[in-house]
């Protein structure tokens, strides 16, 4: 309830150039030569101090992506990407694998304070709440600069730290579970991440074992002309339960950059995973120049028994964005879910959606996106479910409704829907409208301004999805939204 | 698409030679035919990564090219006709097809209803008749590969003129009747001018056990303030390969009703092409598709409001038997000038058997922003509480299915006016059913 | 207060006020009665700023402000409030969240301070205890839900937490029960002040047992044809309309 005041307020204290997160840092960075060899993949290895199967991996991953061609897809269109004039690896150049917080650049965390991620252990805990701690990885370009609580994690047998670590500490886990969700020949990008990602979080919680605290990782884009190829891998165990929250955010730039994320998760029987997304990398200005192109690969495997994954996103970045966070629910009741936000403004470009792939017996999936398309934004829902010969007794709900404010944007919903069972069933239903008049008018008979009526009533229309967040993460989201839409009425 | 790298197929090489020896042949300036066939062959047969035929894969299924047949003897055409059941106790002006050529024999032109004009259209092509340049009227039905390949091979059809009400129902009655496989490419335009009415019936039958190809096209220009009521029944033979088009460009404050029936061919698809070219106008397009055996039946169907103030509903009903597939995409566009466009598209599927699939695609694609647009899809099994209701009341289960999927098609079926037509379609739903017990 | 004068709207092209002229005076209760599609409805939306009607003549002026040049949030703040005879429901945003964020609104548009939290809950308890509105249906979405007469509640509990200066009720009492009747118009009575003025439009007499008005204007096509005393009720209630309509014929 105060969230809608704060967003009100943070309505009217921005101007137009509303991308707060758009500054940048100096900090000496170390580069790998630009563009992509199988000498750069080498030096990446290298400075992570990889296995040699590991090397193997990427170098093999880098010969399948030569093979490929980079997708045309429908609704989305840019200026094609020049992968020889990208920088793979960028890291702080002062001690770029700290053991400490206190050999962390100073103004890397200067960074983060201004992002609002608390690094400090003890300032956290210092908070008022102190039973709602976060532990955070927090990743700067290609390298995790810092992972908070890892030693109170280990105690309760929780693997938190950045995959590059967990590469040399855990090999025979990663080797076992990395590329098992997302192979990597499956999709161009998601194979150009195979070859050179750099880091990313690795997340592994033992049988029975209900993660003491939220997860999450913070990837910060800063440098120039790079691309950031982040890989995520979290594996629950038997039994076990994890909620794991991811943010991003990025500086302004006139250039376009690349992110080309993987997240792989995996629940075993009787798990449960909770991921949930703030995207707000920068968008690019209001005539479309920079902004980041975000083309992420994620995807969850219910791979045991009565497993659960749930994907939030609430996306307000990125220049375009293309990603469908899907589950694959291949064990018998496993359960996958899906709630989204996606809000387009200025000359954005959203195309996302889910897939819930019914494999298992009584596999259940509930699909809740909520697009908002503002500007001169397109704005795409694109979701596919099915159900495969033996998935008897698949139920899946779908519930998309779009909004569109303004009429030079557009809000397009392309849902899959394909049952090979007969026992399968399905429901989906779908929306496009604007804001009502009637409602608009009732708000300001009360004395609501234009703006605040809009973002009153937007707040309103996803809130069966913000619901799904942790606590501060819907305040953060809420605000994020109001912002994304700043200067779309009137 | 960028698969311009794809090896020709047996069937897309016979298509190209069957264009070259037929095309000097065919009546008419063959600019427009090159041109079409020239588009169609720069991509070839549609496949399934093609978006628009994602589940129907033409490439796949079609393995031959059927050769076009010469006009029937009048016996021959006399004896395909008196084999032809479909909405024939319909009481309508009977304008037949026979192997893709008009029976103009079958029509007394001295007697036709007030305000009705008929052209058989291989003459008109003959002769540049000058509605030739009102055929094609939804501009993106060119891009169709199907479409295409009909504008390639046309070689008869009619055109229709509706000046003004026209009572007795017109029926397109197209038969196909050869004991082996024989292709068809019939074009029919029918143009309603503006205030005008007419019930258009449009039925579909071949011969069991020959692999039939019927490519046929029906188009529509329906001015303002007309009312038009559509009704097509696929009964085609069971091998056939049946593609079919409707396009149809509708002006304002007409009132436009489809529906197709299918229950017949191997593999069927009907593509629908509707723009609403004008305000305040009221546009209906249902389906009801039953499906057996190892059929497959695709309804595609695309509707532009070209205009603001439209209405637009949609609703398809597919049942599933056996290992049948059905295929529903649906695509709703509103530009940006469409404003208080009013959209609702709904799809359901009946899966009555393990085995069966459905597919389906219902798209908005929505630029306008005071609009009202929704679409629904479910798919699944007849409702087993009341299956059991009415089981529990005496009904043997197999009777208690077919009323629940007569209630279901039923609600696709009840939009028909024309009683006699809307009677036949329920009795075609009920010995679909019987077959099935 | 309130002075309209020679008010004339059209919404399509129909004409639905036609020279409408009315005074409501500072602390007065005046009450409308008229028949179904008289335009008492549209008087009131037009009063507090609705997009669709197009206003082709008059003007409307409260305290002397001419609230045809403001927009619908402006004349909120300046004092008008209307309880809608339909009220809308907004999915999703809590009732308490709305009426947080109408409260501090209209306080910052009349430059005042932003009430603290635990005070705006004290005094939306308060009201809602007074108006038996359960604290629960206040978690709900702003009347999602709600029945007839839980909506008509909620709208006063909004007025009584706004404070308005100027009240219009469109058929508040339709839709609600006989205590339901009391207890919203116990609300209503708690308002009246003389820095307040009331438009109540009603078509039944047993609203004004309990809201007492000071004057009664009958409406019939578009305009106010007759002014009285609460006497006018009554005799409306014994004789219906048949005479307007008559006189109009003739
Ligand atoms: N948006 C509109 N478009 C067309 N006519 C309208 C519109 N809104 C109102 N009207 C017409 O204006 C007339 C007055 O309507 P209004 O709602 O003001 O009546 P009312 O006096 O409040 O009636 P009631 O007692 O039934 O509430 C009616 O004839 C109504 O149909
Ligand atoms: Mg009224």
Redesign the interface.
Same mark, same amino acid.
């Given at each position: 309830?105060?969230a &809608?005041?704060e967003t /009100?307020d943070q309505v009217r204290l921005i101007d137009v150039d509303q991308y707060k997160y758009g500054f940048e840092t100096e900090v000496e960075m170390e580069k790998s030569p630009k563009g992509l060899s199988e000498d750069v993949i080498r030096f990446i290895s290298a400075k992570k101090g990889e296995p040699e199967w590991m090397l193997q991996w990427r170098l093999d991953a880098y010969k399948r992506w030569l093979t490929m061609k980079e997708p045309d897809w429908a609704r989305v269109s840019y200026d094609k990407i020049d992968y020889n004039d990208i920088y793979y690896y960028a890291a702080p150049k002062k001690n770029p694998a700290p053991k400490s917080l206190d050999e962390v650049d100073p103004e890397i965390l200067k960074t983060y304070e201004k992002l609002g991620i608390p690094l400090r252990e003890q300032e956290i805990l210092a908070g008022v709440e102190p039973e709602r701690r976060v532990a955070v990885d927090a990743v700067f370009d290609s390298v995790s600069v810092a992972t908070t609580f890892k030693e109170e994690l280990a105690k309760a047998g929780v693997i938190f730290m950045p995959i590059s670590e967990a590469i040399r500490e855990y090999p025979d886990l990663v080797r076992q579970y990395l590329g098992s969700v997302v192979p990597v020949t499956d999709n161009f990008f998601a194979t150009l991440n195979s070859a050179v990602f750099t880091d990313g979080s690795f997340v592994y919680i033992p049988p029975g074992v209900r993660c003491p605290m939220e997860l999450s990782t913070y990837f910060r884009i800063n440098e120039k002309n790079t691309g950031q190829f982040e890989r995520t891998l979290i594996i629950a165990d038997k039994g076990s339960y994890v909620s794991y929250l991811e943010g991003c955010t990025a500086p302004k730039r006139d250039e376009n950059q690349l992110h080309a994320a993987v997240v792989e998760l995996i629940a075993l029987d009787d798990a449960e995973i909770k991921y949930s997304t703030v995207q707000n990398w920068y968008p690019g200005d209001a005539e479309g120049r920079g902004g980041i192109y975000n083309f992420v690969t994620k995807r969850g495997d219910c791979r045991g028994r009565n497993s659960v994954i749930t994907w939030t996103q609430v996306e307000t970045g990125s220049a375009i964005t293309w990603k469908y966070p899907s589950c694959i629910l291949r064990g018998d009741n496993s359960r996958g879910e899906f709630y989204s936000i996606a809000v387009s403004n200025g000359m954005q470009q959203v195309d996302s959606g889910t897939k819930m792939i019914h494999l298992g017996k009584n596999t259940t999936s509930r699909i809740i996106s909520k697009g908002i398309a503002a500007g001169r934004s397109e704005n795409t829902y694109r979701g596919l479910v099915s159900a495969h010969r033996k998935a008897t007794g698949a139920r899946n709900f779908t519930n998309c409704d779009s909004l569109l404010i303004g009429n030079q944007c557009g809000a397009h919903t392309v849902p899959y829907i394909e049952s090979k069972n007969a026992t399968a069933v399905f429901e989906h239903e779908a929306t496009t409208s604007k804001i009502?008049? *009637?409602?608009m008018?009732?708000?300001?008979?009360?004395?609501?301004?234009?703006e605040?009526?809009t973002a009153? /009533?937007v707040?309103?229309? &996803?809130? *069966?999805v913000l619901q799904q967040l942790p606590m501060e993460f819907a305040v953060e989201a809420q605000k994020l939204i109001s912002i994304s839409l700043e200067g779309s009425v009137g | 698409m960028a698969d311009v790298t794809l090896m020709k197929t047996p069937a897309e090489t016979a298509l190209v030679q069957a264009f070259e020896s037929a095309k000097t042949a065919l009546p008419g300036n063959g600019e427009s035919r090159a041109q079409a066939f020239e588009q169609f062959n720069a991509r070839g047969l549609p496949h399934r990564r093609v978006e628009e035929f994602k589940y129907t894969d033409l490439r796949a299924l079609l393995r031959e090219v059927a050769p076009f047949a010469a006009a029937p003897s009048a016996d021959e055409a006399k004896a395909a006709l008196a084999g032809a059941k479909a909405l024939a106790g319909v009481e309508a002006l009977q304008v037949p097809f026979v192997n893709g050529h008009f029976m103009r024999e079958a029509v007394d032109f001295h007697a036709l209803p007030e305000n009705l004009e008929i052209v058989p259209l291989a003459e008109a092509l003959a002769n540049g008749h000058e509605w030739l340049s009102r055929l094609s009227p939804v501009p993106w039905a060119n891009d169709n590969p199907v479409y295409q390949l009909n504008t390639s091979f046309m070689a008869d059809g009619v055109m229709i003129r509706v000046a003004g009400p026209v009572e007795t129902p017109v029926h397109l009655r197209f038969v196909t009747a050869a004991s082996s496989a024989i292709a068809t490419a019939t074009r029919v335009l029918v143009v309603v001018e503006e205030g005008a009415s007419v019930t258009l019936l449009e039925t579909h039958e071949s011969t069991d056990g020959a692999n039939h190809q019927p490519n046929d096209v029906v188009e529509m220009i329906a001015g303002d303030r007309t009312n038009v009521q559509h009704v097509r029944v696929n009964a085609e033979g069971d091998k056939a390969l049946a593609l079919s088009t409707l396009a149809a460009k509708i002006g304002g404050e007409a009132v436009f009703n489809s529906i197709n029936v299918t229950a017949g061919a191997a593999t069927s698809r009907h593509q629908v092409f509707a723009l609403l070219n004008g305000e305040n106008t009221h546009l209906r397009v249902n389906g009801a598709t039953m499906l057996k055996g190892s059929q497959h039946g695709d309804s595609t169907l695309v509707v532009e409001h070209g205009a603001p103030h439209c209405e637009s509903r949609e609703l398809f009903k597919t049942v599933i038997d056996n290992e049948a597939t059905g295929v529903f995409q649906g695509k709703i566009i509103v530009p940006h000038h469409a404003q208080k466009t009013d959209g609702r598209m709904m799809s359901a599927a009946l899966l009555l058997e393990e085995g069966g699939s459905m597919n389906n695609k219902p798209e908005l694609e929505i630029f306008a922003d005071d609009v009202q647009c929704a679409h629904g899809a479910t798919c699944g099994q007849l409702d087993e509480d009341l299956l059991f209701y009415l089981m529990a009341r005496g009904l043997p289960k197999k009777e208690a299915e077919s009323l629940l999927v007569q209630a279901f098609l039923g609600e696709a079926l009840e939009f028909v006016e024309n009683d006699a037509a809307r009677e036949a379609l329920v009795g075609t739903v009920e010995s679909w059913l019987k077959a099935r017990s | 207060m309130l002075e309209i004068k020679n008010l004339v709207v059209q919404i399509e092209d129909k004409r639905i006020l036609n020279g409408l002229n009315l005074t409501v005076n500072k602390g007065e209760v005046a009450a409308i009665m008229g028949p179904n599609g008289s335009g008492k409805s549209t008087l009131s939306y037009v009063i %507090? @700023?609705? +997009?669709?009607y197009e206003v082709l003549d008059g003007e409307i002026l409260l305290d002397g402000q001419n609230l045809l040049e403001m927009?619908?949030?402006q004349?909120?703040?300046a004092g008008?409030?209307?309880a809608?005879q339909y009220?809308?429901e907004?999915? @999703?945003?809590?009732s308490?969240?709305?009426l947080?964020? $109408?409260l501090? %609104? #209209?306080r910052k %548009?009349r430059g005042q301070e +932003?009430l603290t $939290?635990p005070d705006f809950i004290k005094r939306v308890n308060a009201a809602a205890q007074q108006l038996e509105i359960p604290k629960d249906m206040l978690k709900r %979405?702003l009347n999602v839900g709600f029945s007839g007469g839980e909506k008509k509640r909620m709208e006063i509990l #909004?007025m009584a937490l706004?404070q308005p200066s100027f009240c219009i009720l469109d058929e508040t009492d339709s839709g609600l029960d006989i205590d339901a009747l009391r207890i919203v118009s116990e609300g209503v009575n708690a308002l009246r002040s003389p820095d307040r003025a009331f438009l109540v439009i009603t078509h039944y007499q047993r609203l004004l047992n309990h809201i007492v008005p000071d004057t009664v204007h009958v409406m019939h096509a578009g305009r106010i044809v007759k002014t009285g005393g609460k006497e006018l009720a009554l005799e409306l209630e014994a004789n219906g309309y048949a005479d307007y309509r008559e006189s109009e014929a003739a």
């Open positions: 309830m105060p &809608v005041q /009100i009502s008049e *009637d409602q008018f009732y708000c300001q008979q009360r004395g609501l301004s234009e605040e009526a009153l /009533i707040n309103g229309f &996803v809130k *069966d | - | %507090a @700023g609705k +997009e669709d927009e619908p949030d004349r909120a703040a008008v409030f209307l809608f009220p809308l907004i999915p @999703g945003v809590a308490m969240t709305f947080k964020a $109408t501090n %609104a #209209q %548009a +932003e $939290t %979405a #909004q706004l």
